[in-house]
């Protein structure tokens, strides 16, 4: 009722002062004032409703999440909530492969564990298919491996070797190429709750023909003899294992010039003198090559190429290289 009567009296100030208005010229700036306060008048009455229609209602606030101020069961010193659960996603297998060696000295049985890296991705589940932010992941998968060898004769230099590869966690595969027996190659697999084990048994049948090696050969006396020509000396440390055989020999000699500042270039082609000489000797221990009948004072470089032929050689080729020198 108060407001009520504060408004007419408000609006009755505002006809009194037009009414002074209408003596004078509306042209005169005083004029103006009494219909600015005939607006102001009329903006008490209520709020000012835009031209272009009604006005929209606002929209109503947010209510708080939880886990945030102004949560009915907020608390501050309540921990953050937890993050999404992550979700593994498989990617493969990182081979894992060793190389075990056997000699006459070694136990025929062996004991290993052998570890398997597992490699993919976790990234948090949000649910309904939608995933966060993934990260590289690890697992590994250990099993133990037990190789047993069956009785087979090995040289003193002699040396196996077997390659074992964990393809997956309950598969393991075994190269024998680095064998020197053809074995047959027996797999048993135990996989218990609390016992994961390969068990490989070889058994040896025929023995493979040999590889030659560098070390079967050495370079001894190289020089001029009393006959006045160049000979080369080697000598077999392998001819008893390999008696019922042959070898074939090739020496390759390269004369290696003194070079001197501003020597022609044809004095230096003419410097290089070569030795080629291929013989082929029953097995025995030492091995005697002539190399050249007109020595030829000089360092030499020479390379010695070899292959054996007979029932326990492959008829590969090792080779060997030094130097000699001729005074």
Not at 126 to 154: D, I, M, N, W
Not at 192 to 206: D, H, N, Q, Y
Not at 244 to 269: S, W
């Amino acid at each position: 009722m108060k407001n009520r009567v504060t408004f007419f009296a408000a609006v009755l100030l505002v006809f009194s002062a037009a009414a002074r208005a209408a003596e004078v010229n509306f042209d005169n700036p005083k004029a103006n004032g009494a219909l600015d306060l005939m607006q102001e008048a009329a903006d008490l009455k209520g709020p000012h409703q835009p031209s272009n229609g009604p006005q929209q209602a606002p929209k109503p606030p947010k209510p708080p999440q939880p886990g945030h101020p102004g949560h009915p069961g907020w608390n501050p010193n309540m921990p953050p909530p937890p993050p999404p659960p992550t979700q593994y996603n498989f990617g493969g297998y990182r081979d894992s492969c060793r190389t075990f060696t056997f000699t006459a000295q070694s136990p025929l049985t062996l004991n290993e564990e052998m570890i398997l890296e597992e490699y993919g991705q976790e990234c948090q589940n949000f649910g309904q298919g939608f995933t966060g932010p993934c990260r590289p992941a690890s697992r590994y998968h250990r099993r133990k491996v037990t190789v047993e060898v069956g009785r087979r004769q090995l040289e003193s230099w002699e040396t196996e070797r077997l390659e074992l590869c964990m393809k997956g966690p309950k598969r393991i595969d075994a190269n024998i190429d680095g064998m020197l027996y053809d074995y047959a190659v027996a797999v048993r697999n135990d996989d218990g709750i609390f016992k994961r084990s390969t068990v490989f048994t070889l058994t040896p049948g025929a023995k493979k023909p040999a590889r030659p090696d560098s070390k079967e050969l050495a370079i001894g006396f190289t020089g001029v003899t009393a006959a006045g020509d160049v000979r080369m000396v080697l000598a077999d440390s392998r001819a008893e294992y390999f008696r019922d055989g042959t070898i074939t020999i090739t020496a390759d000699c390269l004369r290696l010039p003194e070079i001197t500042q501003n020597m022609p270039v044809e004095d230096l082609l003419d410097g290089f003198t070569k030795y080629n000489v291929t013989q082929t000797f029953a097995v025995a221990g030492t091995y005697e090559l002539k190399l050249s009948d007109t020595p030829k004072p000089g360092k030499y470089m020479v390379t010695v190429k070899f292959s054996r032929s007979g029932p326990l050689s492959s008829g590969a080729e090792a080779t060997i290289i030094g130097s000699f020198e001729i005074r």
